[in-house]
T-cell receptor, first 112, second 111 residues
Framework: KAGVTQTPRYLIKTRGQQVTLSCSPISGHRSVSWYQQTPGQGLQFLFEYFSETQRNKGNFPGRFSGRQFSNSRSEMNVSTLELGDSALYLC???????????FGQGTRLTVV | AQRVTQPEKLLSVFKGAPVELKCNYSYSGSPELFWYVQYSRQRLQLLLRHISRESIKGFTADLNKGETSFHLKKPFAQEEDSAMYYCALRMIKAAGNKLTFGGGTRVLVKP
């Protein structure tokens, strides 16, 4: 079956702009989590959605937001981009709770 | 708050030598521990979870609650083991799939 798909793979944005990243989970998976990966901070949890509801949230400013649709696809949005938002953003899907997380290839965001 | 620490950023070993990647965690509740691996140009994937207690690709890891550790071991390293390894923790009783990751250890297996 198809894995977790993230689009786009690469993005270059200007400081102050906003960006939307997309994640399509594995078919049948209802949980989608987002992580930010940077050389300095490593992998940090952003938030998790399950059946269209945000279930967990990490320690990121309100500029980072997300949502999940009825087909389990998820988007995350970052407004008023800062240089420090440059990172690889990973999406992971799981079938339910406490099950294996499958990761996408990530979206590499560069803010200039 | 939970925390995962991987003290080694880089481990360089020769093929056929044993390799051990250290992972320590802090969490007051019942944790579930994982090892994830990322090979070059591939996505992050699950290698081991402590509840399954199985050996994958020759790797084993034992959860030591007394020492709050979950070290990953392989008796004979192979060149294809060269990759980035992440230890991760999930809170068993918490609702959700949030993973807390360590900083990662890069393993380089030399021929």
């Amino acid at each position: 079956k198809a894995g977790v798909t993230q689009t786009p793979r690469y993005l270059i944005k200007t400081r102050g702009q906003q960006v939307t990243l997309s994640c399509s989970p594995i078919s049948g998976h209802r949980s989608v989590s987002w992580y930010q990966q940077t050389p300095g901070q490593g992998l940090q949890f952003l938030f998790e959605y399950f059946s269209e509801t945000q279930r967990n949230k990490g320690n990121f400013p309100g500029r980072f937001s997300g949502r999940q649709f009825s087909n389990s696809r998820s988007e995350m949005n970052v407004s008023t981009l800062e240089l420090g938002d440059s990172a690889l953003y990973l999406c992971a899907s799981s079938s339910t709770v406490n099950t294996e997380a499958f990761f996408g290839q990530g979206t590499r965001l560069t803010v200039v | 708050a939970q925390r995962v620490t991987q003290p080694e950023k880089l481990l360089s070993v020769f093929k056929g030598a044993p390799v051990e990647l250290k992972c320590n965690y802090s969490y007051s509740g019942s944790p579930e521990l994982f090892w994830y691996v990322q090979y070059s140009r591939q996505r992050l994937q699950l290698l081991l979870r402590h509840i399954s207690r199985e050996s994958i690709k020759g790797f084993t890891a034992d959860l030591n609650k007394g020492e709050t550790s979950f070290h990953l071991k392989k008796p004979f390293a192979q060149e294809e083991d060269s990759a980035m390894y992440y230890c991760a923790l999930r809170m068993i009783k918490a609702a959700g799939n949030k993973l807390t990751f360590g900083g990662g250890t890069r393993v380089l297996v030399k021929p």
